[in-house]
């Protein structure tokens, strides 16, 4: 059985704190990994694709990538109220997705 | 203006009802996927299409089915045999099935009364 793990949270931080979100999945033969963010009673918006081992930056996102210990960490800067949501981490198989059942970010201003 | 389309945004069921939900894509995707959410719970894979006129059950595909006679439109017909089908059903597509992003569609919330 195929699984994504992620912490519920909630995961609360201080506005321009640095939010760290953690998943760690189960398939080694995973190759891609995505970050969804979701608001409440919202779709999914992907936010961030990694596919190589290391780091990758968009912005105030940096998806960081190890399959060695098989663990993917979204990073995001400066947070702001409005990234307040539900982060969701997918690992990619033969040809579906493996949802985490996300974390849920809180930034107080 | 290019994306995923569904409908409706709100959807009431009656039980023992079939009710069809709609889901177009006018992205030139190939692969098309449906996914049911429940409160505090992950993504679950209903059905997936990777081309038109083929698609394969997902992870819980009991009381669902789908067709997939155009390349633009992926239906997803709740029968009366799911036995729980409150949920968000949410549809998405992706260029192709290998690793690829997935992109979704605002969602319909089916309630069934």
């Known amino acids: 059985q195929k699984e994504v793990e992620q912490n519920s949270g909630p995961l609360s931080v201080p506005e321009g704190a640095i939010a760290s979100l953690n998943c760690t999945y189960s398939d080694r033969v995973s190759q891609s990994f995505f970050w969804y963010r979701q608001y409440s009673g919202k779709s999914p918006e992907l936010i961030m694709s990694?596919?190589?081992?290391g780091d990758k930056e968009d912005g105030r996102f940096t998806a960081q990538l190890n399959k060695a210990s098989q663990y993917v960490s979204l990073l995001i800067r400066d947070s702001q109220p409005s990234d307040s949501a539900t982060y969701l981490c997918?690992?990619?198989?033969?040809?579906?997705?493996?949802f985490g059942k996300g974390t849920m970010l809180l930034v107080s201003p | 203006d290019g994306g995923i389309t569904q409908s409706p945004k709100y959807l009431f069921r009656k039980e023992g009802q079939n009710v069809t939900l709609s889901c177009e894509q006018n992205l030139n995707h190939d692969a098309m996927y449906w996914y049911r959410q429940d409160p505090g719970q992950g993504l679950r894979l209903i059905y997936y299409?990777?081309?038109?006129?083929?698609?394969q059950k997902g992870d819980i595909a009991e009381g669902y089915s789908v067709s997939r006679e155009k390349k633009e439109s992926f239906p997803l017909t709740v029968t009366s045999a799911q036995k729980n089908p409150t949920a968000f059903y949410l549809c998405?597509?992706?260029?192709?099935?290998?690793?690829?992003?997935?992109?979704f569609g605002p969602g319909t919330r089916l309630t069934v009364l």
């Open positions: 990694i596919y190589s081992n």
């Open positions: 997918a690992a990619q198989g033969y040809s579906t997705l493996t």
């Open positions: 998405a597509s992706a260029r192709d099935r290998e690793f690829d992003e997935q992109f």
């Open positions: 299409s990777q081309i038109v006129n083929d698609f």
